[in-house]
């Protein structure tokens, strides 16, 4: 990965094609230009959470978490390259179970709501699962490894976990949704 960009605009997609780092070409509506879109599009959103106050730990792990982002567009962009590691994914799975660990047992659905941390960390995750569903439909019809379906389905499991300890960073609490809201209208 040693390329780097030095022009910006070089016109070489005006045709409806992008290159991909193998140097073949792909049409921009391309099921693997769609998941790396989608991954990029998540690195941005992180982007943007981390724009919040965080606590130094959750912001350390979310810069991480956008590095290995960064690694797994890049591995999108090169069939058949391996860029984003198992160990990315077990990292994941150490740092939900460190966030859970603190949080009250789920009794009721919550929404996706409430600091504006919280928010940006849902976005995040329902950003995370699309880029998933670009994965897995990129994996039905080219070889692809487990390891970017594992990362971003463990790491939307994070966001959610994140974002319940984000509600709670100032005294606040989940946003409970209340289906006798929905009985009483019947």
């Known amino acids: 990965m040693g390329k780097r960009l030095t022009q910006i605009a070089t016109r070489t997609g005006d045709d409806g094609t992008t290159g991909l780092g193998d140097n073949t070409r792909t049409s921009k509506d391309s099921l693997r230009v769609h998941a790396m879109g989608d991954v990029d599009e998540l690195n941005s959103h992180l982007g943007v959470l981390l724009c919040e106050e965080l606590p130094p730990a959750m912001r350390e792990l979310l810069v991480e978490v956008q590095h290995q982002l960064f690694n797994l567009g890049g591995e999108l962009s090169i069939p058949g390259f391996e860029l984003l590691k198992p ?6 799975d150490e740092a939900l179970e460190h966030y859970n660990c603190q949080l009250p047992k789920l009794e009721e659905f919550i929404l996706p ?3 504006r941390a919280a928010s940006q960390a849902h976005v995040c995750r329902t950003v995370v699962r699309r880029a998933e569903r670009a994965v897995v439909a990129l994996g039905a019809v080219e070889t692809l490894r487990e390891t970017p379906r594992q990362y971003l389905n463990r790491l939307s499991d994070l966001m959610f976990v994140l974002a319940r300890v984000c509600n709670r960073m100032n005294g606040g609490d989940d946003v409970y949704w209340k ?3 929905l009985a009483r209208k019947e």
């Open 113 to 115: 709501a409430g600091s």
């Open 87 to 92: 160990e990315a994914v077990a990292a994941l």
């Open 179 to 181: 289906s006798e809201r």
